[in-house]
């Protein structure tokens, strides 16, 4: 039977957190390390932002991390969940993988997906601690947040994505998005209008706002 499609739980990918808000500073509590596992890895572990580090992806990506893998379509190995899992471990804050993974744990309907070694919330757990200043992992969690209904959650991870990536264009929309879903329209124009600055090529989030009658035609002037 062929796999059911499971839609991204970005809004708009910069490519295409039901967890504890952790601030940049803040240490990890011992019991959050101890539920999602230390960071050490015989790969790894590597900065999936890093340029250096990405010279070591060919390897995840040609035998664990395929483009059947992150279309939820084929294992490279034993299971898809062990796939994302290898990719996770060896780069804890791999946005495709984090959205991969997150896209599998929907499709089963459960917290830890087949062949993981960990829950989706300790892989967003484990991004956040290997690199806390990685607004992009932030911005994945509060995406995978919204889409399972945790609208508070969500905009408290989209807020410390801003916050850490204020000039990026697909964080500013995605939090815009997220104001927008709550009814908060002059957020949702405020950070529309900063992703528009910066680049952001699609029209939704500023039809959506037109349709709300909470747009104006001078709000890029």
Known sequence: MKS????????????GLAG???SVAAPIPAADILACGDL???????????????????????????????SLMKAATGSLGADIDYT??????????LDAMARLSIREKTARPSGANYSIECYFDRAIRFRPEDGLARMAYGAYLANIGEAGKSIEHMQAAA?????????NYN???????NKDYAQARSYAKKAYALGFPLPGLKNKLVAARAWKDDDLH
């Open 40 to 70: 050490a890895n015989a790969f790894g572990p590597f900065d999936y932002r890093n340029a250096e580090h990405r010279k070591n992806l060919p390897i995840v990506e040609t035998h664990h991390f395929t483009p059947q893998v992150e």
């Open 88 to 97: 996770l471990r060896a780069f804890p804050n791999h946005l495709r993988a």
């Open 20 to 22: 504890l808000l952790l």
């Open 4 to 15: 059911r499609a499971v839609k991204s739980p970005y809004f708009y990918s910069a490519l």
């Open 163 to 171: 916050r850490l990536e204020p000039d990026n264009a697909t964080v």
């Open 175 to 181: 939090l815009g998005l997220m104001y927008l879903k």
